[in-house]
């Protein structure tokens, strides 16, 4: 089986990624809120043992950081599929 940059694939990074969502229209201050405690048990020494022993890297920000992530991966994917036709 080629590599995918054998395959003609260029600059093809992919990660597998996890995040907390709520449901849309949660309020303001409960997103907020959510996001200090989560942030809260990702630093703790016994959560990032596990998740490194799963082979996860802990990370947290901001509410807004994650949705622009996720609408770039949204844009990035659709171009895939795209190009590939599916």
Known sequence: MPTSKEAGIDNFIVFTWYGLLAPAGTP??????????????VAMPDTIDQ????????????PEHFSKFIKAEIVRWAEVIKEANL
Do not use: F, M, Q, S
């Open 28 to 41: 303001r201050d409960i997103v907020n809120r959510l996001n200090v405690e989560w942030g809260k048990v």
């Open 51 to 62: 998740l490194k022993k799963a082979g996860l890297e802990p990370l947290w920000n901001t």
